[in-house]
């Protein structure tokens, strides 16, 4: 079977930046997620399609293809207000947020200067070129609930 649209696919992969610092990998050895459903990032369900079990390649994904370009326009200052009064602040923090839009978003504290502090929402991994080491390991039929759903229900729990 090959992996297409609306396959379960079960990989394991590790994630590295170009300077071959492991960003991420499976965890237990593996990772299951729903083709077509936007679990994962374009570029790697882009290098998976046609793909079969066993096979075992290295993706570079540009970021376009992944979390988006960096923009220098999502760094901005906000008061110290919009931040818990309880919570010491310090360059590096992330906090939850939500875009103008309504989104949910990670916000990443890039400086501190007295009441003004400056945020960055860009996605961590924004501008960054991913490059994942992946074996296919399994592929399958998708359940109606899984379709219906769209994610990767397992045999142990339900996901409402």
Known sequence: MKIQDKKVVNIKYTLTDNDKNIIDQSQDGSFSFLIGAGNIIPGLEKSLMEKEVGNVFDVQIEPAEAYGEYNKEFVHK???TQFPPDVEI??????QGQSP???MTVVTVKEINGDDIMIDNNHPLAGVQLNFAVEVTGI????????EHGHVH???EHHA
């Open 78 to 80: 906000v008061p110290r």
């Open 90 to 95: 310090n360059p590096g923090m992330q906090f």
């Open 101 to 103: 839009d309504g989104q």
């Open 140 to 147: 399958r039929e998708a359940s109606e609930t899984e379709l």
């Open 154 to 156: 397992d045999s142990n």
